[in-house]
T-cell receptor
Framework: NAGVTQTPKFQVLKTGQSMTLQCAQDMNHEYMSWYRQDPGMGLRLIHYSVGAGITDQGEVPNGYNVSRSTTEDFPLRLLSAAPSQTSVYFC?????????FGPGTRLLVL | AQKVTQAQTEISVVEKEDVTLDCVYETRDTTYYLFWYKQPPSGELVFLIRRNSFDEQNEISGRYSWNFQKSTSSFNFTITASQVVDSAVYFCALSELYSSASKIIFGSGTRLSIRP
């Protein structure tokens, strides 16, 4: 099992550009989530999904979109990148009893 | 609403000292899970422990121990005889199993530095 994979590992964007952060898991988990990690702020929940076709907002959803068309994939879309979205993004899958984290994507918005 | 508070932003101790990381949580549910994760300088998130709300027994794993007290809504983490390799950011987290918007919420983390 590969566990939770995230691509890319590092990305530089210009303000206003859009991009999609990919997340995939091969553990057949229903629950998947996206977090951002900023210095001094810990991990903040962006969006989460409890199954294919079902998504919901977390603490900091503005500027991000998600969809869940399959159990395996949970992409995170930045519609128009802003410098405030410079962060490290973690995808996780599992459930409310445990979570497995991907290695993270470091995003820099100039 | 869920909330996890890690009041200690940074802790620095000398190697071999014992250190306790505090975690205080808020929840309306009677059924929930508490977690601790470690994030070493390499950046990955490493699962350390999960405890459900019905199990208040303390847990010990080697030099690590956890003290769960529902009366004070705390889930503290103690490292005994600390080592330089314990230097990391540690996160406490909470999930409510049966709320209408079940999700896992993290505290802001405690950065632990162990000096040789």
């Amino acid at each position: 099992n590969a566990g939770v994979t995230q691509t890319p590992k590092f990305q530089v964007l210009k303000t206003g550009q859009s991009m999609t952060l990919q997340c995939a898991q091969d553990m057949n988990h229903e629950y998947m989530s996206w977090y951002r990690q900023d210095p001094g702020m810990g991990l903040r929940l962006i969006h989460y999904s409890v199954g294919a076709g079902i998504t919901d907002q977390g603490e900091v959803p503005n500027g991000y979109n998600v969809s869940r068309s399959t159990t395996e994939d949970f992409p995170l879309r930045l519609l128009s990148a802003a410098p405030s979205q410079t962060s490290v993004y973690f995808c996780a899958s599992g459930g409310l009893e445990t979570q497995y984290f991907g290695p993270g994507t470091r995003l820099l918005v100039l | 609403a869920q909330k996890v508070t890690q009041a200690q932003t940074e802790i620095s101790v000398v190697e071999k000292e014992d250190v306790t990381l505090d975690c205080v949580y808020e929840t309306r549910d009677t059924t929930y899970y508490l977690f601790w994760y470690k994030q070493p300088p390499s950046g990955e998130l490493v699962f350390l422990i999960r405890r459900n709300s019905f199990d208040e027994q303390n847990e010990i794993s080697g030099r690590y121990s956890w003290n769960f007290q529902k009366s004070t809504s705390s889930f503290n983490f103690t490292i005994t005889a600390s080592q330089v390799v314990d230097s990391a950011v540690y996160f406490c987290a909470l999930s409510e199993l049966y709320s209408s918007a079940s999700k896992i919420i993290f505290g802001s983390g405690t950065r632990l530095s162990i000096r040789p």
